[in-house]
């Protein structure tokens, strides 16, 4: 129950003082509750009600000392800042529009994770909005709107018509993993394609020669990049062209799109190059457990994004690795930037993603390296 609370001023900052001071004045009380506000505090602690304000706000100029009464004094008033009245003096919600694509893709609650610790070490609150298909965005926009909020990070496709409008409305924007047309919006991005390549180059060292894609949603721009970046090297190194089917980032379209290359193609392709690795889980769930497929040394299998259940001893697949809790701390650095100074730069910090060697994939054809890696199956 709180304290039915006015409070005297005093000079006295020990903690002892304050707290019989409170206590004292607390039980002079009479007539109705009230909550105790930032004044109670500051006339507690003889401080003014700003240097209170100051002491809630991370990151704020404070001594040690004041902070310290203030503390004192708030613990013994039982004082909870009210977020919605400071925000009516600072104009500021403190809040924080995250808009990310559907969440049944596990890559995404990984950097909801990440951008959720990092926005709340800034003092602020994420709001968050999910889509189910990237074409939803104006829908979910339309919600973002009827909010206060300070800024936003989104890691979905944007028009530019959209991105103008966060301008218009003098909301800073942050986008996560999407590559901007217009060069006033600040991005944080891994080149999808440069990881793509990477993954082609290795598997062709490796004497890999017919390649299939397994794609991800028509409305992804990651998943075009990937596919981009793993056409364009097998151009580059005049290898057949592959197959490419569709998928929709889900486990079942892994298994169904390799029974589909398999019936295109006729045979079973050196690599099957999947856009995520939970298709890449089903790929090789159907390889393995129904068509008797001998990965790796039949056919390689690799993903993308190194989720946790890509590193399980039964699935050790071989995928690309982002480095996604470097890539959250740069975007909620880049738009507390923009929100604090209304303005700051707009560039693009690119990232690079890193191959992480499972056991999926053939990725060198030295005897040794088969022998080492793959020598029981090799025997059988």
Same mark, same amino acid.
């Given at each position: 129950?709180?304290?039915?609370? =006015? ?11 304050? #707290? ?9 009380? /009479? ?18 009600? $700003? ?24 613990? %013994?008033? &039982? ?12 104009? @500021? ?6 808009? !990310? ?17 990092? !926005? ?14 990237? /074409? ?23 028009? &530019? ?8 409305? &003098? ?32 598997? %062709? ?80 769930? =159907?390889? @393995? ?30 995928? +690309? ?6 890539? %959250? ?15 700051? $730069? ?16 053939? +990725?060198? /054809?030295?005897?040794?390296? #088969? ?10």
């Amino acid at each position: 129950m709180r304290k039915k609370t =006015t409070v005297a001023r005093i000079s006295n900052s020990s903690t002892a003082n304050i #707290i019989d001071a409170a206590a004292s004045t607390g039980s002079a009380q /009479a007539g109705a509750e009230r909550r105790v506000t930032s004044y109670d505090v500051a006339l507690l602690a003889g401080v003014s009600q $700003s240097a209170v304000s100051r002491c809630f706000k991370p990151g704020a100029s404070v001594s040690p000392a004041t902070h310290a009464k203030v503390m004192q004094a708030a613990i %013994a008033l &039982d004082y909870i800042p009210n977020a919605a009245a400071r925000s009516l003096i600072t104009r @500021r919600s403190n809040l924080v529009a995250v808009i !990310i694509s559907n969440l049944a893709n596990l890559y995404y609650p990984q950097i909801l994770s990440e951008l959720s610790q990092q !926005i709340a070490r800034q003092g602020k609150r994420l709001l968050l909005f999910t889509l189910e298909r990237e /074409a939803d965005i104006g829908k979910a926009l339309c919600d973002v709107w009827q909010y206060q909020v300070d800024g936003a990070i989104v890691a979905a496709w944007l028009s &530019d018509e959209q991105m103008a409008e966060f301008a218009r409305r &003098d909301v800073p924007l942050v986008l996560f993993n999407r590559n901007p047309r217009d060069n006033a919006v600040p991005a944080v991005l891994c080149d999808q394609a440069e990881a793509a390549r990477l993954l082609v180059s290795r598997l %062709a060292e490796a004497g890999h020669r017919q390649f299939a894609i397994i794609d991800g949603p028509g409305d992804s721009a990651v998943a075009q990049e990937r596919k981009s970046g793993v056409l364009d090297r097998l151009l580059e190194l005049r290898l057949p062209a592959p197959i490419v089917v569709s998928g929709n980032y889900n486990y079942a379209s892994g298994g169904h799109g390799l029974r589909k290359v398999i019936d295109r193609l006729g045979r079973v392709p050196d690599a099957v190059i999947c856009g995520n690795d939970i298709m890449a889980i089903g790929c090789l769930d =159907t390889a @393995r457990h129904e068509l008797g497929i001998q990965v790796p040394l039949q056919m390689s299998v690799a993903g993308f994004d190194a989720l946790e259940a890509s590193g399980w001893l039964s699935y050790d697949i071989t995928t +690309l690795r982002q480095p996604v809790q470097k890539m %959250a701390i740069e975007a909620v650095a880049m738009l507390n930037e923009r929100m604090e100074r209304r303005g700051g $730069s707009a560039e693009r910090r690119r990232y690079c993603s890193y191959l992480v060697e499972g056991s999926t994939a053939r +990725l060198s /054809a030295e005897p040794v390296y #088969i022998a080492q890696r793959f020598g029981m199956m090799a025997a059988a």
